[in-house]
Each structure stands twice: as structure tokens, then as C-alpha cells.
């Protein structure tokens, strides 16, 4: 499978500038994951690799050649849409062979690629029924199976789960994550959910308003966000968030002092400087030491865990919590912060410090 690069791409809509000097590379064989809001431009990227879109400046180039001027059909790309777009007159075994026919390509070869997608979507049982047949689940595989069988370079996903139900999507998100460990492709995928984000992706494109804040695997992007909006956007339930000041290597919120031993500083900050403290719920615990009076305000049992929230002064923090002890808990509690867990975050520029 190849490899997909893009350098310095930028388009615009009229005075909108949608895509602002993109650079990703795209190794041979990685699940990489366009992840944003709405309006983030994600999309468009994807339809830019894709040849959809044409670009004001910059380069595409798919197993290292530039292709930024083909047309889609020379790309070597296959690609799956939001919709389903299938022939509703057509059973699944013509629908998946639809476009190998208009190219020509042998009977045998067509029969063969067919039968060896619809093995490997387990929807092989279904090729004689239409798509009114077929769940919303079915069909989404027979999508996938229409873009499997072009046997491309690259495979390129524009939300292909986004009309299905949340049991359907887990079950998909299963599917695709086998798919890309059975077939070794080069993927590009674009969501605007940051939990299929995280399960699928090798590596994850953090998209806002047209620019890459951090492009990192999962762990990275949930560990050491590089940006104060990758750590508000990635992570569910959301981090946490306080403004504190660093003085002599701890962080003063309020009344509370939050030693920071052994922070990996990526810049030399000031002492005295202003920042903003981020920690994920699950690195804030009840205990009797801890360096913040809170008051309970309520709990949200989650199953596994119960997640539950504080005030502390003007802040409201969320901590998972086992739900044997968060059972009936009230009143005034000390939280602990792990100091091992905390990001720091420069309020004027929003990066890491």
C-alpha cells in the first residue's frame, strides 16, 4: 500500500481560507484520522487528496508521485462516503462489481475480488439481496466493499458511520479496525468523533479552523496535548481547567501549591508567569491530604465508574471516581491532584509549556 503527502496545501472559498498551509505525511500502512469540528476544514482536505477539490497552492503526492493535477480516477485512491450510495436496483454482488464492470475488467477477476470482499465483510451470505434488504450496518459494509474491491493505493473515509445507531458505529468502528490489521492499507479517515478517533486511528490530525494543531498517535494526543484546544477537544469527559501562576517550580492556584516534579518543559517559562493547569478526571482523587477544598455538587454513574464533580471557588472540576465510594458522597472533600498527569498550558498562545 502507499503513502500519502501533503505539502503546503491551501484553498479558499471566496475570502474564506478554509486550508492554511497544510503539511501531513502519511506513512505507508497508518489508520490516520482527520479529527475536528465542524467547519474545521477536515473534509475538504480529504477531498483535496482525493482530487474533488481543487487547491490554491501546495502539493499532493500519493506513493511518491506528485498527483495534485490527476483526476481522482488516476490516483490510485478508493473512497467512501458519509451516504451509502448504492444502486438500489442492483443486488450486493452487482453493486460491488459495478465499478470493475464500467473499467473492463475480466469476468474472473471481477467474480474473484467480489467473493474475496464479501469474505472479508462477512457479507457474503447477502450478495443476492438488494439494499432495501440489508440493515443500515450491511449496507455500510457493502459501501466499504464497493471501495475495497478498486484494490487502491489508498482508502479514503468521509464520516462512513455518522448514520448509523451508537451500537451499529462500536460494531463498525470493530469491523474497520480488523479491515486495516487484515489488510495492512493506508487509510485516511475523517470524524468529527474523537472516541472512533481514538480507537481507530494509528495517528491523529487535530484539525482547527483550517490549520494541524498536533498531529500524534492517541497516546500522545491524550498524555501531552500540544495545544490547549487538543486537550479541551480530545478526552471524554473533557479535562479539566484552572488558571494558576508558576513560581519556583510549582503552581499556585488559589491557595492550593501543586509541586511540579519532574514536568517536561518544552520552553524556559518565567517565574511568576501566568498559566492555565489542565488535568484529565482520572488523575484527580479523593484523599484526606489533598490540595483542594471542594464541595460536592452531584454524581453521574457511568457503569464502570462514576464520574463526579466539585466546586472549588470559581472552578468546577469532574474526578472518576469508583462507585462504591462515590455512593453517597457529599459535603466538603479534599481532591488531590497527580502532579505526574498535570499540562501546562501558556494562556496568551495556547501551547504547551
Not at 63 to 91: C, N, W
Not at 151 to 157: E, R, T
Not at 163 to 177: H, I, S, W
Request: hydrophobic content about 40%; glycine content about 8%.
Amino acid at each position: 500500500m502507499s503513502a500519502v503527502s501533503v505539502f503546503g496545501l491551501s484553498k479558499s472559498f471566496g475570502h474564506l481560507r478554509v486550508l492554511k498551509d497544510i503539511h501531513l505525511p502519511i506513512e505507508t500502512g497508518d489508520f490516520t484520522v482527520l479529527l475536528g469540528p465542524s467547519g474545521c476544514g477536515k473534509s475538504t482536505l480529504l477531498n483535496a487528496i482525493a482530487g474533488l477539490e481543487d487547491t490554491d497552492a501546495g502539493i499532493v503526492e500519493i506513493d511518491g508521485a506528485d498527483v495534485t493535477h490527476r483526476e481522482p480516477s488516476k490516483r490510485g485512491i478508493a473512497m467512501v462516503f458519509q451516504s451509502y450510495a448504492l444502486y438500489p436496483t442492483m443486488s450486493v454482488r452487482k453493486n460491488l462489481s459495478f465499478g470493475l464492470r464500467v473499467r473492463s475488467v475480466p469476468r474472473q477477476e471481477v467474480a474473484r475480488r467480489v467473493h474475496w470482499a464479501a469474505k472479508l465483510l462477512q457479507i457474503d451470505e447477502l450478495l443476492d439481496r438488494k439494499p432495501s434488504q440489508l440493515s443500515g450496518g450491511q449496507r455500510q459494509r457493502v459501501a466499504i466493499g464497493r471501495a475495497l474491491v478498486q484494490q487502491a493505493k489508498v482508502f479514503l473515509f468521509d464520516e462512513p458511520l455518522s448514520n448509523l445507531d451508537a451500537k451499529l458505529r462500536t460494531e463498525m468502528r470493530v469491523e474497520l479496525k480488523r479491515l486495516h490489521k487484515d489488510l495492512g492499507a493506508t487509510i485516511v479517515y475523517v470524524t468529527h468523533d474523537q472516541i472512533e478517533a481514538m480507537t481507530l486511528a494509528t495517528r491523529i490530525a487535530v484539525m482547527r479552523a483550517g490549520r494541524i494543531e498536533q498531529y500524534a498517535t492517541p497516546d500522545d494526543l491524550y498524555e501531552e496535548p500540544a495545544t490547549l484546544f487538543v486537550a479541551a477537544f480530545v478526552g471524554s469527559p473533557a479535562m479539566n481547567f484552572m488558571p494558576g501562576r508558576l513560581i519556583s517550580s510549582t503552581v499556585h492556584i488559589g491557595s492550593a501549591r501543586l509541586p511540579l516534579n519532574g514536568y517536561r518543559f518544552r520552553s524556559s517559562p518565567m517565574n511568576g508567569q501566568e498559566v492555565v493547569l489542565g488535568i484529565r478526571p482520572e488523575h484527580v482523587q479523593l484523599a484526606p491530604e489533598g490540595q483542594l477544598e471542594a464541595e460536592t455538587l452531584f454524581m453521574e454513574p457511568m457503569g464502570a465508574d462514576t464520574l463526579g464533580w466539585f466546586q472549588f471557588g470559581e472552578h468546577r472540576l469532574s474526578a472518576r471516581l469508583v462507585p462504591q465510594v462515590a455512593r453517597g458522597l457529599s459535603g466538603t472533600v479534599r481532591l488531590s491532584l497527580l502532579a505526574d498527569h498535570v499540562s501546562l498550558f501558556d494562556p496568551s498562545t495556547e501551547a504547551r509549556l
